[in-house]
């Protein structure tokens, strides 16, 4: 099949080949999408797999934010009542929560990327009031963690201090962050 000779060329061939790949299933052509994939992304140098090269500052915080919400979620939703109240694992998300809330600062370039971000223009303009609310969100997540380790490990104990992370992070999403 000359498929490479088809116009547009970068993305019909995925589309041609998935489809075919469904008929030729345990071969090894079954990889093909795949290695066709990684293969566009090579050539442009972008991720048109996902839209955001997972590598780049961007792709990199984008998952560190996603794996924060998760873990807030994980752990806020055995307070709602959303999930059952384990402690051991309640300390053991707001330790990861800890971790994860130092990680994506770095990850923000001198520049502000064109595309993708739904960072504001704020981020860059004011650098000493983002990093202050940053700041906050990781004394926040500390206080979390100290809370976990003093008091009993009680829904009703673990509220407030999990409220106070969780408007940091809405503080700075409404100063900094495009909806
Ligand atoms: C100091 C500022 C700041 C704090 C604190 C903060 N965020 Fe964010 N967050 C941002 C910015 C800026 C973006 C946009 C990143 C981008 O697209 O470039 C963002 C994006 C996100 C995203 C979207 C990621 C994506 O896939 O596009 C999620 C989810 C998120 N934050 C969750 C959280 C959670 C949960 C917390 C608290 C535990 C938190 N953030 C704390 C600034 C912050």
């Known amino acids: 099949m000359a498929r490479a000779d088809t116009g547009g060329r970068f993305f019909q061939p995925v589309v041609a080949m998935k489809s075919k790949s469904v008929g030729l299933k345990g071969l090894s052509h079954k990889s093909l999408p795949l290695r066709a994939c990684l293969l566009v992304v090579a050539l442009l140098g972008l991720s048109a797999c996902g839209g955001v090269d997972p590598d780049s500052p961007l792709g990199q915080r984008k998952a ?53 971000t739904s960072a504001k223009d704020a981020v860059w303009q004011r650098q000493a009031r983002f990093q202050e609310l940053a700041k906050a969100l990781e004394t926040r997540t500390g206080e979390l963690v100290v809370a976990t380790q003093q008091l009993q490990l009680t829904p009703v104990n673990m509220i407030a201090p999990m409220n106070n992370v969780e408007d940091a992070c809405d503080a700075c999403h409404k100063e900094f962050r495009d909806h």
């Open 64 to 116: 560190i934010f996603k794996q924060m919400l998760k873990t807030s979620e994980d752990i806020g939703g055995m307070l709602r009542g959303r999930l059952t109240f384990d402690g051991p694992k309640f300390a053991e998300g707001a330790v990861k929560l800890d971790a994860l809330s130092h990680a994506p600062w770095k990850h923000f370039p001198p520049v502000r990327e064109s595309e993708h």
